[in-house]
């Protein structure tokens, strides 16, 4: 079972969060938004485990570090992802290099993203995560433009989630892929990408994923099809943070259908 977790407003949080298995927070909102902050505590205090996110989807590039830092000693979240650099995979090693020197007894346990441009250097940065980093978790984003060469696709959205099922096959071909350590997916692109890891056991080692992607399509009126979606709306949830959600019934068929896919 891949445990599951969405982003959604404020308004349907402790809806969302009775048919979730854990809780994803982004620290953005943390400074700017108290409300939002609380509702994580409170999932803390009551022993929810949380993923502390450094909001570089939101913000294109990462959360201040030792800002970051600073959160994660607040929160005491389960999990917290450091800090990375989109598709850089020098940066990103760079950084959790110097993360590693700077601060050693942060609560919670730690995540390395994999970034790169081609093959190559996502699988480098993947065994310095692995390694010499030795992260607890390793997280693998839905959207690295290597996707769209390793699988080319009118469709970007079925590039992405090929691409994704591809590039794991490809590291587990080559040794790479640790099976000990669990593993976290970064989003999505299309929601029936998981029905890849749902009935083959080679994937075991996928621990968790988030996604926002079944709350956005709801408060759009957009229902999840039994096949799932062939196209994705832009629309990115920390906007929505603040949406008042009157009618939670298709966001609710879309988690469900969502669950269905990635555990049956």
């Known amino acids: 079972m891949i445990k ?47 993923i ?51 601060y050693k007894d942060l609560p919670g346990k730690k995540i390395g993203v994999v970034q790169g441009k081609s093959y190559e250097e996502i699988k480098a940065c993947y065994i310095y995560m692995n390694g010499i980093a030795n992260v607890d978790m390793i997280a693998i984003s839905f959207d690295y433009s290597y996707y769209s060469k390793s699988v080319p696709h009118p469709n970007k959205y079925v590039s992405w989630m090929l691409g994704r099922v591809k590039l794991l096959g490809d590291l587990m071909r080559d040794g790479v892929i640790n099976e000990n350590k669990p593993h976290h997916l970064l989003g999505c692109g299309l929601p029936q990408e998981f029905s890849f890891y749902r009935d083959d056991s080679t994937f075991n080692y996928v621990y968790s994923l988030d996604t926002s992607n079944p709350v956005v399509h709801g408060i759009k009126g957009i229902e999840y099809k039994s096949q799932g979606l062939w196209s994705k709306e832009s629309q990115k949830l920390f906007e929505l943070i603040n949406f008042e959600v009157e009618d939670t019934s298709t966001i609710m068929n879309n988690i469900n259908k969502f669950r269905n896919f990635t555990n049956g």
């Open 4 to 50: 599951i977790a969405h982003e959604s407003p404020k308004s349907i949080f402790t809806d969302v969060q009775k048919v979730t298995d854990y809780d994803y927070a982004l620290v953005h909102l943390f400074e700017e938004d108290e409300q939002y902050l609380n509702q994580f505590k409170e999932a803390v205090r009551k022993g929810r485990e949380v």
């Open 52 to 102: 502390l996110d450094n909001s570089i989807f939101e913000l294109e590039e990462a959360f201040d570090a030792e800002k970051f830092a600073g959160w994660v000693k607040e929160l005491k979240p389960t999990w917290y992802i450091v800090p990375d650099a989109l598709e850089d995979h020098k940066k990103t090693v760079a950084q959790m290099a110097e993360w590693n020197s700077k």
